[in-house]
């Protein structure tokens, strides 16, 4: 699937947020090694720490079926463009990256933003 396509199916996903809290919406969608596509939304808590983000969201949706290597994530926020990964996310996602690397999609200002996922998370945590 195009990347385009890929950003515009988080931006779909962004709006199904649930973020009365922080008014953020997030919405991401990953894309695995066989080619299939997992959407994903922020939700937030009463309790919050509790919060989920989207990218764990959709992330968690691939695992559940059975896709562990993903090749690539769009994330969309309509509160700030480039929408980049926190850190939690970016650990999650060191657990699922292909063989042949992730791609990292946002929307910039001027067009999309592609980066290399260990470009932007470097040295990360592993057992
Ligand atoms: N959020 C995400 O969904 N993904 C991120 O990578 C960072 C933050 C959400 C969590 C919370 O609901 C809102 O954005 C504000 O932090």
């Not at 695995?32 to 990218?55: D, R």
């Not at 949706?61 to 939690?88: F, M, Q, R, W």
């Not at 946002?106 to 470009?119: L, P, R, Y």
């Amino acid at each position: 699937m195009e990347y385009t396509e890929l950003l515009e199916r988080a931006k779909a996903a962004s709006e199904k947020a649930y973020a009365p809290y922080s008014k953020f919406k997030v919405g991401a969608c990953v894309l695995t090694e066989n080619e299939k596509v997992y959407t994903g939304c922020n939700f937030e808590n009463s309790s919050f720490g509790l919060t989920i983000c989207a990218e764990r969201n959709a992330i968690g949706s691939a695992v559940a079926d059975g896709e562990l290597k993903i090749k690539a994530i769009a994330i969309y926020s309509p509160n700030t463009k480039p929408c980049y990964p926190c850190g939690a996310c970016r650990q999650v996602m060191s657990e699922f990256v292909s063989d042949s690397g992730l791609d990292i999609i946002t929307e910039a200002e001027n067009g999309i933003d592609i980066k290399n996922f260990d470009e932007i998370f470097p040295e990360g945590f592993r057992l």
